[in-house]
């Protein structure tokens, strides 16, 4: 599980579809507590299929 300080969100640029860490990815089978880095190098937004590569960090 990430520590508090890794749990920040990440939203795409493409959407604005959010990463929120405490939910994770239902729809990608992404548990609750990944945090953002964890996630796989192929995962995508569920909405319109954006890569890590075209999230930024939020706050």
Same mark, same amino acid.
């Given at each position: 599980?990430?520590?508090?300080?890794?749990?920040?969100?990440?939203? %795409?640029?493409?959407?604005?579809?959010?990463?929120?860490?405490? @939910?994770?990815?239902? @729809?990608? @089978?992404?548990?609750?507590? %990944?945090?953002?880095?964890?996630?796989?190098?192929?995962?995508?937004?569920?909405?319109?299929?954006?890569?890590?590569?075209?999230?930024?960090?939020?706050?």
């Amino acid at each position: 599980m990430a520590e508090p300080h890794e749990m920040y969100q990440c939203q %795409t640029v493409n959407c604005g579809y959010i990463y929120n860490p405490d @939910k994770g990815d239902r @729809k990608g @089978k992404i548990a609750k507590g %990944t945090s953002f880095e964890d996630l796989p190098d192929d995962w995508k937004c569920p909405i319109c299929g954006a890569g890590k590569k075209l999230f930024r960090p939020l706050g």
